[in-house]
């Protein structure tokens, strides 16, 4: 019993990690640079179907399936999410802040179409399956099996978080808060706001990617129906839940509303019929959304609420991490 | 009318030509030359609404010009954007002070740093040692600059902070960080204390010492006076006038601008 409650908590928390790789990037492009991305779902989609590709065995139902192993599959998901991030950002960063969430969520829209109809590479509505899941050698045992993977993605995100953590207290993060303070200064001071705006767009996206190739293998099957909009909302939810602008705040995040979810459609599954179990999985949704106006009440700011990032080589400690004052800003 | 002759025989260091600016029907610069030789310090007067500004917004770049050049040191930049000033040389304040206001006044100021390689993303995993000392020399300059300007309490507030003046003294700081050849200076004593205005006009005095060529719009004729051997004056659009600040003082076409009936 104890032994199943454990798998059950290692799975549990190795997903909502998975979410929080997703929440991260998330987190670079809207808490740290202020692009609004509303199509998640689409690069995250990308990153697993690549990796997808990259690492199943050859397959006769689809193209592909080039056995590569898992790592191999992880960069390529990430380099590739990134690239595309780079398209979408390279088209749409120069125009205004709008343009650029229409632009993502196009870009949601067709990534999802192309999984769906590309059958010859994507395997189509039935999605691709036997995608290699890490320590697959130990998946007997359970226990051992859960503990892998959590430790495996547990340090990937803390390995995210230091490089992010680095990357925002550097010259190359305050020029980033900079130019999302106040654009039209820092070009003054010599600041291309687009390569910047740009670099932060693509290592975003390229996170996003890593996320969805993380996902897709320690699930080990992946279909269209992951990547729907209710994905994109999900992630926004976990990010301004727990503080956007904040790196531990995205991973909180991530956890508390990956909780609220599953534990939402346990309930739901332990009251409702059967016959009546899809109607109302729209109540978990409701339920999200609750949760998010009452988080937002009490904390506008999520959780964490944004940390004042000071450049890491500056002073002594004690002012290093102010919280901002909830009143006052925006 | 012809560029003004900075220091005859040597080419300017910047220079307008028949510069343009049209806003809808509204020509807000219309036809304006001006040149700096190197090292030149040159005040821009004209009443409110003269378009001085909008033509610091054209030389800075932030303003695409609807016609007309600018040359910074023989190079023709005018479709060049407002990132690239800093590189040929040129820095500029705003009217406005444009602080980033939930940074720190230190950071603001950091901020105006050149060439860090910090500032390139790969650099901070491929090379941390060198971006740490790069960042301490920077800390350094920056705490110096703070000095002169007497910020140095306010370091650590976040600079939204600041009162009017102070936010004006933070825009001198973070441009003198970026070590510009050429400063636009737009109104840099503006809604500053008496107290402060003599340290402004001291800084500026300094800094024009050290061989910088300085184009300052400033409301304050004793100032002007104190500070420039020449005066350019503007009224809508137009260059009207220049001289020496006693000269255009005189000058009834000055005086006509001034009590707005020129139009
Ligand atoms: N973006 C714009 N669109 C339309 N009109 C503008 C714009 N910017 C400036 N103007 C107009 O251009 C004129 C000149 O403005 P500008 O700010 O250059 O004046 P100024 O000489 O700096 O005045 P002041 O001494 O009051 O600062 C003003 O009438 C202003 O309304
Ligand atoms: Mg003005």
């Known amino acids: ?330 | 009318m012809p560029p003004m002759d900075a220091v005859a025989g040597e080419a300017p260091f910047i220079e307008a030509r028949d510069l343009v600016k049209q806003f809808g029907g509204m020509r807000v610069v219309d036809g304006m030359s001006i040149a700096l030789a190197r090292g030149e310090m040159v005040g821009l007067i004209g009443p409110n609404g003269a378009g001085k500004s909008t033509m610091f917004n054209l030389l800075a770049g932030s303003l695409r010009p609807t016609s007309g050049e600018i040359i910074m040191d023989g190079a023709d930049i005018s479709s060049e954007g407002p990132e690239t000033r800093i590189a040929h040389g040129l820095g500029r304040t705003f009217q406005i002070p444009r602080p980033f206001g939930e940074m720190t006044v230190l950071e603001n100021v950091l901020t105006g740093g050149q060439g860090q390689s910090g500032e390139r993303l790969w650099v901070n995993f491929l090379r941390p040692r060198r971006v740490a000392t790069e960042e301490k020399a920077a800390v350094e300059k920056a705490r110096g600059l703070l000095d002169f300007l007497r910020l140095t309490p306010l370091a650590l507030e976040p600079a939204r902070v600041l009162s009017g003046g102070q936010r004006k003294l933070l825009e001198l700081a973070r441009i003198l960080m970026a070590d510009p050849q050429a400063i636009l200076l737009d109104e840099p004593a503006a809604g500053v204390n008496p107290a402060l205005l003599e340290l402004i006009i001291d800084r500026v005095q300094a800094l024009h010492a050290q061989g910088r060529t300085i184009l300052l719009i400033e409301h304050n004729m004793e100032m002007v006076a104190r500070l420039c051997s020449r005066v350019a004056v503007m009224a809508t659009g137009r260059l009207l006038a220049q001289g020496t600040p006693g000269e255009v003082a005189r000058d009834p076409a000055v005086l006509r601008a001034y009590l707005g009936s020129t139009a």
């Open chain 1, 1 to 330: 019993m104890i032994l199943h409650l454990f798998s059950y908590g290692a799975f549990f928390t190795t997903v909502a990690l998975t979410y929080a790789i997703i929440c991260l990037g998330l987190n670079v492009q809207w808490g740290q640079t202020g692009l609004f991305n509303v199509g998640v779902a689409g690069f995250v989609g990308l990153g697993a179907y690549v990796s997808a590709l990259l690492t199943t065995p050859h397959s006769a139902e689809h193209i592909g399936g080039f056995g590569l192993p898992i790592l191999a599959g992880w960069l390529g998901a990430a380099l590739a999410a990134g690239l595309a991030t780079l398209c979408v950002g390279w088209l749409t960063l120069r125009l205004r802040a709008d343009y650029l969430a229409i632009a993502t969520f196009g870009f949601a829209v067709v990534v999802q179409l192309c999984l769906l109809n590309l059958q010859p590479i994507t395997g189509g509505a039935l999605g691709i399956a036997f995608i290699p899941r890490p320590f697959a050698a130990s998946a007997h045992d359970p226990a051992r099996f859960g503990a892998l993977n959590l430790a495996v993605m547990a340090a990937v995100v803390l390995a995210l978080y230091l490089a992010l953590e680095r990357l925002g207290r550097s010259p190359w993060g305050r020029v980033l808060r900079a130019i999302r303070e106040d654009e039209t200064a820092a070009l003054a001071l010599g600041k291309n706001a687009t390569r910047f705006r740009l670099q932060a767009f693509a290592i975003g996206g390229a996170i996003m990617g890593l996320g969805g190739a993380a996902q897709g293998h320690f699930i080990g099957f992946i279909a269209p129906d992951n990547y729907l909009p209710m994905l994109t909302f999900q992630v926004w939810v976990m990010l301004i839940v727990g503080g956007s602008g904040n790196n531990r705040g995205a991973i909180l995040g991530a956890i508390v509303v990956w909780g609220i979810w599953a534990l939402s459609a346990s309930a739901i599954a332990a009251v409702v019929p059967a016959d009546q179990q899809a109607r109302t999985a729209s109540l978990q949704i409701v339920l999200i959304g609750v949760a998010l106006c009452a988080i937002l009440l009490l904390r506008p700011r999520g959780i964490l609420g944004e940390v004042r990032i000071v450049s890491r080589h500056l002073l002594p400690g004690s002012r290093l991490r102010q919280r901002l004052p909830h009143a006052d800003r925006r």
